[in-house]
């Protein structure tokens, strides 16, 4: 398979034609529709973040009307992450800072101007290389998920001795969650969830067939623990809180896109659709939180009243109605999977809501018809 040319994708603006996502589980109206490119994969190293026609919207926005709206989100973070330290202590806004790198390099008009970004990316990659070592808080390392996410972007423009030591720390992970799957495994919750995401993407991005297999079966064991009856998780019922619910449906969100992007949109689908030994899938965890988002008002949530966890109790939003604005973090990242979070981000956020409201809104939705 031939590598992708982000330059020649970028300035050939490919014209795209409209199709529907095979197999979504609900009717997509005239603008929740997708836009495809023939045979887009035949010319696209694959990445974790968007596919060879999300590339070329954002060429299209680029060199259109919308270039202030791309140099916002991904330029100008760029360019300051340019003179930044990397601090490998904590990541705090190091994977997004590192996502708009390999972005940036990934758009930039010129190879001398993309250069920087991806030495620079290249650079940040080597420094948690060379320290950093899995921690047994799957929660905690959901950080790194935007970092390995940044990774796949500029995998294939890496110098060999540079790839081989950032891919020795990515192995080593997907190891170490590997050798510990029953601490996960047991807890049947988000934690479990987050170790899938990580899984996924490391196998993804280097090909390596023993993480896939693991994660791909660990996948439907966790679907069987973590979906019931009437669509909630068991965040939310041990949790008592929608908050739960959705912080759990974030790592499913990203899992969805991975597969998508790597093994194609049917797989996607199905893994969407799939449902477990009682018949419950995703799009009923969908189906049960959606009247808490859109009407509030009338489906009053307690938050944490019930918990199984002691220390919820302590929060400041314990036994507070359920905040529909407090989790479209979450539907920023369903939206990939789910056509209606458009529909329903407009209620919560507002009617004027467009899709370069946030980067992850904006990658998610780049190949819908907005």
């Not at 299209?60 to 330290?85: F, H, V």
């Not at 996410?149 to 950032?166: C, F, G, L, M």
């Not at 965890?285 to 302590?314: C, Q, R, S």
């Amino acid at each position: 398979m031939k590598k992708l040319n982000y330059l020649a994708v970028i300035g050939l603006v490919v014209c795209a034609t409209s199709c529907k996502k095979e197999a979504q589980q609900n009717g997509l109206n005239e603008k929740g529709t997708k836009t495809q490119v023939t045979e887009d994969a035949a010319a696209f190293s694959k990445n974790l973040v968007l596919s060879n026609n999300g590339l070329s919207k954002i060429g299209t926005d680029l060199a259109g009307s919308n270039q202030a709206q791309i140099q916002k989100l991904i330029t100008s973070p760029a360019y300051a992450a340019l003179t930044k330290i990397t601090n490998t202590t904590a990541v705090g806004t190091q994977g997004t800072e590192l996502k708009c790198l390999s972005l940036q390099w990934a758009i930039s008009p010129g190879r001398d101007t993309a250069t920087k970004y991806l030495d620079k990316a290249k650079s940040n990659l080597l420094a948690w290389a060379a320290v950093n070592t899995p921690n047994s808080s799957t929660p905690s390392e959901a950080a790194f998920i935007e970092i390995f996410e940044a990774y796949s972007i500029i995998r294939s423009a890496i110098p060999a001795a540079n790839k081989t030591t950032i891919d020795a720390w990515l192995k080593k992970t997907g190891t170490y969650y590997i050798t510990n799957a029953a601490n996960y495994t047991n807890r049947k919750n988000n934690w479990e969830t987050i170790r899938l995401n990580l899984l996924y993407d490391i196998g993804y991005i280097l090909n390596d067939a023993t993480i896939l297999n693991h994660v791909k079966n660990a996948y439907n064991v966790q679907l069987n623990a973590n979906l019931f009856a009437g669509g909630k998780t068991e965040d939310y019922v041990n949790r008592d809180a929608l908050a739960y619910h959705a912080y759990n449906l974030y790592f499913y969100a990203r899992i969805l896109r991975a597969v998508s992007l790597y093994d194609g949109q049917t797989a996607g689908n199905d893994l969407l659709n799939k449902t477990n030994n009682i018949n419950v899938s995703l799009p009923n965890t969908m189906t049960f939180w959606e009247p808490y988002m859109i009407d509030p008002a009338n489906n009053i949530h307690l938050e944490f009243v019930n918990t199984g966890y002691a220390p919820d109790k302590t929060r400041s939003d314990y036994n507070k109605p359920y905040n529909p604005s407090s989790t479209v973090y979450v539907l920023d990242q369903l939206a990939y999977s789910f056509p209606q979070v458009i529909d329903y981000e407009k209620i919560i956020v507002g009617a004027n809501t467009t899709r370069f409201k946030n980067l992850e809104y904006y990658l998610n939705t780049l190949e819908y018809n907005l």
